[in-house]
């Protein structure tokens, strides 16, 4: 069963992580849930608290099959900057494994140097990225590469449908899809 590490930084935009990780989930996909630091109850960018089941700091590339992470300002400044969530995500890339990013976390793989040529975010986070390739609201999810992006909260399921598609396969994800009646996922 392939492994996804979603790290919850406080900030974190929270429908799209609790939806990134039911889809996963649903699909057969493990999902680890880890904080930056030792507190397990990070608070996200609404005040709703999500339980951490561990810290980021034990795992690497090798532990996980795909990093995803979840965007929110807040949330997402703190990846950009979190010595660990850096390190792994250079450490993927590296290794050609699955990265992925919505809302404002583009923004973290960009200060990591794993962003590729194509990309989209939420609006206005190309500004913060300034790097040619963004592809707006053509797509709710672009693949480039080893590299998965997606737009924001609205386009949350689609994100969790992409990757349940990329590491289980159209069986699971027409399953998932079609169960959570989530057919406008293109």
Same mark, same amino acid.
């Given at each position: 069963?392939?492994?996804?590490?979603?790290?919850?930084?406080? !900030?974190?935009?929270?429908?799209?992580?609790?939806?990134?990780?039911?889809?996963?989930?649903?699909? *057969?996909?493990?999902?680890? $849930? #880890?904080?930056? @630091?030792?507190?397990?109850?990070?608070?996200?960018?609404?005040?709703?608290?999500?339980?951490?089941?561990?810290?980021?700091?034990?795992? !690497?590339?090798?532990?996980?099959?795909?990093?995803?992470?979840? %965007?929110?300002? %807040?949330?997402? @400044? #703190?990846?950009?900057? @979190?010595?660990?969530?850096?390190?792994?995500?250079?450490?993927?890339?590296?290794?050609?494994?699955?990265? *992925?990013?919505?809302?404002?976390?583009?923004?973290?793989?960009?200060?990591? %140097?794993?962003?590729?040529?194509?990309?989209?975010?939420?609006?206005? $986070?190309? @500004?913060?990225?300034?790097?040619? %390739?963004?592809?707006?609201?053509?797509?709710? $999810?672009?693949?480039?590469a080893n590299v998965m992006t997606s737009r924001g909260p609205g386009t949350a399921i689609?994100?969790?449908?992409?990757?349940?598609?990329?590491?289980?396969?159209?069986?699971?994800?027409?399953?998932?899809?079609?169960?959570?009646l989530s057919t406008f996922c293109e």
């Amino acid at each position: 069963m392939p492994k996804v590490l979603v790290p919850l930084a406080t !900030g974190f935009e929270e429908i799209e992580a609790v939806a990134m990780i039911d889809i996963m989930r649903r699909g *057969g996909v493990e999902v680890l $849930v #880890r904080a930056l @630091d030792d507190n397990m109850d990070v608070v996200g960018a609404n005040g709703i608290t999500v339980k951490a089941e561990g810290v980021v700091a034990d795992l !690497g590339a090798d532990d996980i099959d795909m990093i995803a992470l979840p %965007g929110g300002w %807040g949330g997402t @400044d #703190r990846l950009a900057v @979190d010595a660990n969530v850096q390190s792994l995500l250079k450490a993927m890339d590296a290794k050609g494994k699955n990265i *992925g990013a919505m809302c404002a976390a583009p923004f973290a793989l960009k200060a990591a %140097g794993v962003l590729k040529a194509t990309y989209t975010c939420y609006p206005s $986070v190309e @500004d913060a990225i300034k790097q040619e %390739g963004y592809q707006g609201d053509k797509y709710q $999810v672009v693949q480039d590469a080893n590299v998965m992006t997606s737009r924001g909260p609205g386009t949350a399921i689609c994100f969790g449908l992409a990757i349940v598609k990329k590491l289980m396969g159209e069986k699971n994800y027409n399953a998932v899809r079609e169960g959570t009646l989530s057919t406008f996922c293109e």
